[in-house]
């Protein structure tokens, strides 16, 4: 089922490439009026050409004086979110060189605070009757994959993070969850270059860990990231949701 996000506003963290791209993209479809966020000017303006239901959104997730300038920006230009997406995460390290207590210190910045400072200060935005707040995880977080620990710990962190506060968020009228992707194939995916690095490997990565024996898509993730922000949803708090094909059973 298609939702008609015709009238509502929505921001996606990290959304000038990767997922927080394509699930943008999807949205947009739908009719929603998306902030495009990235750290800077140039990289989110490339973006805006894509689609006319894309506005600027620029800051840093991990500078809270950037986010925080960004909340009052949009509260200058009366923006009021509907929903709220924290997508900005990943799983490679920014050097080689790292030491390992540096390295658990750089996933838990990038997985963790990332959303922490975004939903600490964006939420001033989102909407208090039924506003959406949705957070991307991984199934990492299981520990049931080739993940480095340091990803998987800080991916475990934001699930815990999500129930302990979501409770507190639905008391002041905003309604808060998290997914938990598996192993999604798009347009410049980690899971493209793996299969063209190495496509027989890969092929039998999928096959002995993922039940159904295939990758997700984007819109498997947009899909359901459209019915929880609609109006059909209203009575979902703190669920953790995974999207996997089976794999973190």
């Not at 999807?26 to 929603?32: E, K, V």
């Not at 986010?67 to 009366?78: D, T």
Request: neutral net charge.
């Amino acid at each position: 089922m298609i939702f008609d996000l015709s009238g509502q506003t929505g921001l996606i963290t990290g959304s000038t490439k990767g997922l927080g791209l394509e699930i943008a993209k999807n949205l947009a479809n739908s009719g929603a009026r998306i902030g495009i966020n990235g750290r800077s000017l140039e990289s989110v303006a490339n973006i805006l050409k894509i689609n006319k239901n894309f506005f600027s959104a620029v800051g840093d997730v991990l500078n809270e004086d950037e986010l925080s300038e960004l909340s009052k920006k949009l509260k200058v230009e009366n923006i009021i979110l509907d929903f709220l997406i924290c997508n900005v995460g990943g799983g490679r390290f920014q050097s080689d060189n790292l030491s390992s207590i540096e390295k658990f210190r750089y996933m838990c910045d990038l997985n963790l605070f990332s959303t922490i400072n975004s939903i600490e200060i964006l939420s001033n935005n989102v909407k208090k009757s039924l506003g959406k707040i949705i957070v991307i995880g991984s199934i990492a977080a299981t520990g049931q994959t080739d993940a480095p620990i340091e990803y998987s710990l800080s991916k475990a962190a934001l699930n815990n993070y999500v129930k302990l506060v979501a409770k507190e968020f639905a008391l002041n009228g905003i309604n808060l969850n998290i997914l938990n992707p598996g192993n999604l194939l798009f347009e410049g995916s980690v899971w493209e270059k793996r299969l063209i690095e190495n496509s027989d490997l890969t092929k039998k990565y999928i096959a002995s860990n993922v039940p159904l024996n295939t990758f997700g898509q984007s819109s498997d993730i947009s899909n359901i990231i459209s019915f929880l922000v609609s109006n059909s949803n209203n009575f979902i708090v703190g669920a953790n949701i995974s999207i996997d094909g089976g794999q973190s059973l």
